[in-house]
């Protein structure tokens, strides 16, 4: 897993022409990193392969770590995870939301970052065939953060000046934080991200029901 500054992060990812095996090969191993990162998402640069490809799941998981539906919108339960697009590319994009986002490459540190909240995206999946996906929610969220490896960005990039500053020279002053306290600060925002959805899946349900009738 590379880890900002290095400079590979920064090289703009390569279309893929033709998907093949040793691409799927990718896939399968990238999506194993990514568990075993507790991640939700990854994309080739992060892991040295300079290629269009990310891969995804941000499905909760209950009390035996399986994943769930619990707290997903309509439109992400209609997307089946885990992820893998080839050039992935948003045709369509509305509507802006704040999100509190964290990096595999840039561990321990998080910060809130403007997005679309809904993102129409097509790109190839491994077997080479068309596909698109429509959502919102943390899916829409993380698709955008992933894409943004492809073109050699980082989340850090998106922030403020003085804070992008204040995380850089941080990491150089005194590295990352040790792994203990990255899990603990992923557990944080994963809490944070569940009473939300939760929140956001209550109203969802509250507009859905009949309204009561008039005495």
Do not use: W
Not at 29 to 38: A, R
Not at 55 to 78: A, H, S
């Amino acid at each position: 897993m590379l880890r900002y500054p290095d400079p590979r992060l920064r090289k703009k990812g390569l279309s893929v022409t033709t998907v093949t095996d040793e691409h799927r090969t990718l896939v399968k191993n990238m999506i194993e990193t990514m568990y075993e990162e507790n991640g939700i998402g990854l994309a080739a640069p992060q892991v040295g392969e300079s290629l269009r490809l990310l891969v995804i799941d941000t499905r909760p998981t209950d009390e035996d770590d399986k994943p769930t539906t619990e707290g997903l919108t309509e439109l992400e339960k209609q997307v089946q995870q885990p992820i893998a697009i080839f050039n992935p590319e948003i045709v369509e994009q509305r509507d802006l939301t704040d999100y509190e986002e964290g990096c595999l490459s840039v561990p321990g540190f998080f910060e809130t970052v403007e997005r679309a909240q809904y993102v129409e995206v097509k790109g190839l999946d491994e077997h080479g065939k068309e596909i698109r996906i429509k959502t919102d929610g943390l899916l829409a969220i993380c698709l955008q953060h992933e894409m943004d490896h492809l073109e050699g960005k980082l989340f850090i990039d998106r922030l403020s000046f003085l804070k992008s500053n204040k995380i850089k020279n941080k990491i150089k002053k005194t590295g990352y934080p040790d792994p203990e306290e990255v899990a603990e600060e992923r557990a944080k925002v994963r809490e944070l991200r569940a009473e939300r959805a939760k929140t956001q899946s209550v109203a969802e349900r509250a507009k859905t029901q009949p309204a009561a009738p008039k005495k």
